[in-house]
């Protein structure tokens, strides 16, 4: 093979004869010129183009961009005669060399090869000839289906002429991936499952916690409009009660209600009843209590302040002159300070009393 | 044992002898022994000098597929391609798969019949090795393939002739050395939009079929390599000789890679443009003069 042949690949698509090169070559020169209209209908294609890449499309996207290009190229220039550009095709040399080669008369069972018979022209199942070749899903089941299908004749083919088909289960040799490449694509696939299995928890979860809200809404709204009759229940059985005048002859029946609520029976204003009285008597869920922060602010009141004034919380009253809590005579006595050394440390005897005490 | 032995010896001279007399210059069919015609094949891989890795283990990938192959040594000569011819014979192989890189980048398959020809040029595209772990079927190192072909395989000359050469270079010949005597896989190759995709699947039988007994059920799972074949030219030799088929549909990826460049400079150029074409428009637009402007001088 020369060195030009070799080139072919690179040159001779674009014109096989080297005026048409040349040519080529002169329109490229004004190209980047030319009109703008042509430019901006290639940057759309562009665009969608680019939206439809995906690893094996980028390939043909381009390849599709170059021929519109190269067409445009040809199309524009009608000046000069465009020379069409003929591809050789000698079938019948073809045929003859395929004959030659062939191998005939061997039984099945030598070349193993099976041909897919052509789909019926209406058939609506995904074939070969309609697939999409971008639609990387149905593209791989096309393929699938076809190498299924030859298989299942295969084994058929296989069988009749005698020979084992699948293998025996305690047949061992060696495969065409190694054990640790397999170990590697189980633990992967594992990994795959667990986070899918990990996912759709994470999703069931979400869905409890957004549920679990709800139930609770519901109970705290249940629990207000039980509150709320009870009050209401309240307000009616006191204005029956006053509406009956005196009302000496109810109080009875209401004794259990004062000693809860803590309202006075006789007065119709009870909500100023209630006030007046103070939180310090209000029983629970009373009315009259004193409205208190919620308990975030009454930790933080506690421990930032709002606990009424701090003035002269350090001086020293009666009652704190009085308290002889913290005194103590032992210590007074002991130490260095002032008193005696009697309640003192031992001390350590001298070097040669130690040195005696030894012997 | 040691009749034992001695038959086992003797079945084994009379298998040789007639392994010999099978041997034929075709490498096809040869009518004079008992058992009938024979399919023998042998096939020499190589590649060129710069092939990047992903292109090596296709290659790898394609060997341990093959029993019947030999690989040899990476070529360093791109130019005389007629040196392919000699390896082979020197190899006793009668099929050739060469993989030959360019730029570091493209990889070419020439598929050849040694020492006469024909042989084919392909760009392989989309090349996805056994390494890749979404690929998790697994066979016998060895085992013989079922080939699979379209339908369209059977319609154009061209096509039909690639037939011939893919079920004789990828075709495990019965009782082959080193080839397993079982089928657990299946080797597809479909024509879709103008190339060739090849595609190798598992045969897995799982449980039988509650419906229909004795017949298990067949699926498949792909082990791998998978890769596109953009068939070039068929040449009438073995690398070389005149063109018997040219691929409209073929643009090289150099062409691609030039129209790339050709855009990205494209751009500048545009801008450039727009910027003369403003400049233009504002010197040519001047504001008509307005007869409220002197009002007040």
Redesign the interface.
């Known amino acids: 093979m020369s060195d030009g042949e070799n080139a072919w690949d690179e040159e001779s698509l674009i014109g096989g004869s080297s005026s048409e090169e040349e040519y080529i070559l002169d329109e490229r020169k004004p190209w980047p010129k030319k009109k703008k209209a042509q430019s901006k209908e290639e940057d759309d294609d562009d665009g969608e183009d680019e939206a439809q890449l995906n690893d094996s499309d980028e390939e043909t996207a381009l390849e599709l961009a170059a021929l519109e290009r190269l067409q445009k190229e040809k199309e524009g220039s009608t000046q000069q005669e465009p020379k069409k550009k003929k591809f050789l095709y000698l079938g019948n040399v073809m045929d003859a060399l395929r004959e030659e080669m062939e191998l005939k008369d061997l039984p099945w069972i030598e070349t193993c090869v099976v041909v897919a018979k052509p789909p019926p022209a209406d058939s609506t199942e995904i074939n070969l000839q309609t697939v999409n070749v971008n639609d990387d899903l149905t593209r791989e089941l096309a393929f699938y289906n076809q190498a299924l299908e030859a298989a299942q004749i295969g084994k058929a083919n296989v069988e009749s002429a005698g020979v084992p088909f699948s293998r025996p289960d305690d047949y061992f040799a060696e495969m065409v991936k190694s054990d640790e490449h397999m170990q590697r694509i189980r633990k992967k696939l594992l990994e795959e499952q667990t986070a899918i299995k990990n996912a759709e928890e994470a999703k069931k979860q979400r869905m409890l916690k957004k549920y679990g809200k709800k139930i609770q809404q519901e109970k705290l709204k249940e629990r207000q409009e039980q509150k709320k009759k009870m009050l209401d229940k309240i307000d009616s059985l006191k204005q029956k009660k006053s509406n009956n005048g005196g009302g000496s002859t109810s109080i009875d029946d209401f004794t259990n209600f004062d000693d809860q609520f803590d309202f006075e029976v006789g007065s119709d204003n009870e909500n100023a009843g209630g006030k007046k009285k103070g939180g310090a008597a209000a029983g629970p869920g009373g009315r009259g209590k004193k409205p208190q922060p919620n308990a975030k602010r009454q930790v933080k009141n506690k421990k930032y302040g709002m606990g009424g004034k701090k003035r002269g919380l350090k001086r020293n009253t009666s009652d704190s002159t009085n308290d002889m809590d913290g005194f103590s005579q032992k210590k007074m006595k002991s130490g260095s300070f002032g008193g005696g050394k009697k309640g003192g440390k031992a001390k350590r005897p001298g070097k040669s009393a130690r040195q005696k005490m030894r012997r | 044992m040691a009749t034992l032995f001695k038959a086992k010896s003797e079945k084994l001279m009379k298998d040789r002898t007639m392994k010999g007399e099978k041997t034929s210059i ?1 490498g ?2 040869d ?1 004079s022994t008992p058992k ?4 023998k094949q042998r096939v020499l891989i190589l590649s060129s000098r710069g092939v990047s890795f992903r292109h090596r283990h296709l290659m790898n ?1 394609l060997e ?2 093959l029993p019947q192959s030999k690989k040899d040594s990476k070529l360093d000569n ?5 040196v392919l011819n000699e390896l082979a014979e020197l190899n006793n192989c009668n099929n050739v798969l060469y993989f030959e890189a360019r730029k570091h980048e493209d990889l070419y398959l020439w598929m050849s ?1 040694a020492p006469n ?2 042989s084919v040029k392909f760009h392989v ?2 090349v996805h090795t ?2 890749e ?1 979404k690929l ?1 079927g ?17 319609e ?3 096509l ?2 690639l ?3 893919f ?2 270079t990828f ?1 495990v ?2 009782g082959a050395r080193r080839s ?5 896989h ?1 080797l ?1 190759f ?4 103008n190339r060739i ?1 090849v ?1 190798n ?1 598992q ?1 897995v ?1 799982g449980e039988e079929d509650p419906e229909n007994k004795g017949k298990k059920k ?3 799972v792909e ?1 791998g390599p998978r890769f596109v074949l953009n068939p ?1 030219r ?1 040449f ?1 030799g073995s ?2 000789g005149p ?6 549909h ?7 890679r030039s ?2 460049n ?2 990205r ?2 751009r500048y ?2 801008r450039v ?1 727009e910027q003369n074409l403003h400049k233009e428009k504002l010197r040519n637009s001047t504001l008509p003069e307005d007869p409220l402007d002197s009002v007040f001088e």
């Not at chain 2, 697994?138 to 059977?154: A, E, M, T």
């Not at chain 2, 479909?190 to 939009?193: E, F, L, R, Y």
């Not at chain 2, 073929?250 to 691609?256: G, K």
């Open positions: 075709k096809g069919a009518e009938g015609p024979k399919n990938d341990a597929m791109k130019s005389k391609l007629d019949r020809g024909p595209q989309n056994m390494d772990l998790t697994n066979c016998l190192k060895g085992s013989r393939p079922i080939l699979s072909f379209d339908s369209s395989f059977d154009s000359s061209h039909k002739l037939k011939e050469m079920s004789q075709g010949p019965k397993k005597p079982f089928f657990d299946v597809s479909s024509m879709v939009d995709w595609r699947f045969i039988e067949t699926s498949l082990i070039i068929i009438e690398f070389g063109t018997l088929y040219e691929n409209p073929y643009i090289s990826p150099n062409v691609i129209a790339i050709a855009k400079a494209q150029g545009n443009d």
